[in-house]
T-cell receptor, first 108, second 114 residues
Framework: GQSLEQPSEVTAVEGAIVQINCTYQ??????LSWYQQHDGGAPTFLSY????GLEETGRFSSFLSRSDSYGYLLLQELQMKDSASYFC?????????FGGGTRLMVKP | DGGITQSPKYLFRKEGQNVTLSCEQN?????MYWYRQDPGQGLRLIYY???????QKGDIAEGYSVSREKKESFPLTVTSAQKNPTAFYLC?????????????FGPGTRLTVT
């Protein structure tokens, strides 16, 4: 089976940089995805790492280390609208297994 | 505009009743998924389907049933056998069945059973 660990909450100020970590244990692994979900809304896809290293998409970057079973999402130049929950998800082939989510609160 | 629709947005039922949640997509995606989300928790997979007339159980399939008679539609029935059915239900689709990493989600249905 799969299990994922993320911090439950992170708080940061507007304009700052924040890193959300994700560690996983899985019997099969093809990659790590990240999703954002605002309160009451639907999750939206942010990024995907299949190989070790950093993937950058605008203000968001995602990193993966397969040997350490570890990844992180990096959010730069934080904006108030970034306040949301962020989920890492392991791709084990034909399905995703989601972590419990990290609630990010951005303060002025 | 292409997307995934779920209806209704809010649903209220009495205990002991079966209820069917609708999920339709016009993205021409092959795979579809149903997740359950409880307050402050992550998403847990109920059922998924990679092709018409075929579906597989996810991690928490007990008390739920699905069908996939058309590519566009993947309805979920919450039966009276589901012990704690009150939750936020999310439907998702994906262009190809494999590998799975980028899923598109509908707006969700919030089910309350009393």
């Amino acid at each position: 089976g799969q299990s994922l660990e993320q911090p439950s909450e992170v708080t940061a100020v507007e304009g700052a940089i924040v890193q959300i970590n994700c560690t996983y244990q899985t019997s099969g692994f093809y990659g790590l995805s990240w999703y954002q979900q605002h309160d009451g809304g639907a999750p939206t896809f942010l990024s995907y790492n299949a190989l070790d290293g950093l993937e950058e998409t605008g203000r968001f970057s995602s990193f993966l280390s397969r040997s350490d079973s570890y990844g992180y999402l990096l959010l730069q130049e934080l904006q108030m609208k970034d306040s949301a929950s962020y989920f890492c998800a392991v791709n084990a082939g034909n399905m995703l297994t989601f972590g419990g989510g990290t609630r990010l609160m951005v303060k002025p | 505009d292409g997307g995934i629709t779920q209806s209704p947005k809010y649903l209220f039922r009495k205990e002991g009743q079966n209820v069917t949640l609708s999920c339709e997509q016009n993205l021409n995606h092959d795979a579809m998924y149903w997740y359950r989300q409880d307050p402050g928790q992550g998403l847990r997979l109920i059922y998924y389907s990679q092709i018409v007339n075929d579906f597989q159980k996810g991690d928490i399939a007990e008390g739920y049933s699905v069908s996939r008679e058309k590519k566009e539609s993947f309805p979920l029935t919450v039966t009276s056998a589901q012990k704690n059915p009150t939750a936020f239900y999310l439907c998702a689709s994906q262009k190809g069945a494999y590998p799975s990493y980028e899923q598109y989600f509908g707006p969700g249905t919030r089910l309350t059973v009393t």
